[in-house]
């Protein structure tokens, strides 16, 4: 059910923020702030939410000077959501931030500018804040049998992504609680006429509360899964499982 709608029937903004909400209240003002603070306004935000029962909804009705949408319901959890939310998006392009995260005042900025330097750009790739630490703006399709991690900055946040690539490698699956993100990630490194460009500016703060940091043995399983039917080698893959099982050992147990 559509709770909010403030866009212009007529406007199609060149880029649209995803959010998935699920009883998000404690951590929408920040993402809030930040979106109400990007110094280009020209843009969308599009929140898919999963029928919270806290003040989720309510901040949301309450948020004023934004082009944006939200629909509420019932799901099958984050993916089901970003699917949703993708449907409902007038942008050519999306950029997925939790309800976590933050994006920087010049994010839409960098963003549009990165998009007008490189002519039919797929993909753009902004470098991430996590925590302490800066990743800087990478995509190396190489690094796959390593894993999505290895292969770009962060979905979330990071990622720039062309909309009408649902069309031709599909939405997120909803075979994965957690990595089916990763698994997108694969399929577009694994298309050799993807053109990528890079932002080497920070374009926002990823935020570590969410649902790929919350069970990290469920992220490691499907990770695994998705690598096993993504690369050739499989016993290699079940030997970096082992690895990065033992080097997350205090979080599984």
């Not at 997120?172 to 990763?182: E, I, M």
């Not at 690369?231 to 033992?246: T, Y």
């Amino acid at each position: 059910m559509i709770v909010v709608d403030t866009r212009d029937s007529r406007s199609k903004p060149l880029i649209s923020i995803i959010t998935a909400t699920y009883n998000a209240a404690c951590h929408l003002p920040k993402l809030i702030e930040s979106i109400k603070a990007q110094i280009d306004r020209d843009f969308e935000w599009v929140v898919a939410d999963g029928a919270s029962s806290d003040d989720t909804l309510d901040l949301l009705r309450h948020v004023e000077g934004l082009s944006m949408v939200v629909d509420s319901r019932p799901d099958c959890g984050i993916y089901d959501a970003f699917n949703r939310a993708i449907r409902l998006a007038r942008g050519e392009y999306y950029v997925i931030c939790g309800a976590d995260d933050i994006l920087y005042a010049n994010a839409i900025d960098l963003y549009k500018q990165s998009v007008a330097k490189c002519d039919g750009v797929d993909v753009v790739v902004g470098a991430v804040r996590f925590g302490e630490n800066i990743r800087q703006a990478f995509w190396h399709p190489e690094n796959g049998w390593r894993g999505a991690h290895d292969i770009v900055t962060a979905h979330s946040v990071g990622m720039l992504i062309k909309t009408g690539l649902h069309q031709s490698h599909g939405e997120y699956s909803l075979s994965y609680k957690q990595c089916a993100d990763a698994l997108f990630i694969k399929k577009l490194a694994q298309d050799s006429h993807l053109k990528i460009g890079l932002c080497p500016s920070i374009v926002g703060f990823f935020g570590l509360e969410g649902v790929s940091n919350n069970n990290v043995l469920n992220g490691l399983c499907e990770g695994l899964s998705i690598q096993l039917n993504t690369e050739k080698f499989r016993f290699l893959q079940v030997v970096l499982f082992a690895l990065r099982l033992v080097k997350n050992i205090r979080n599984v147990i």
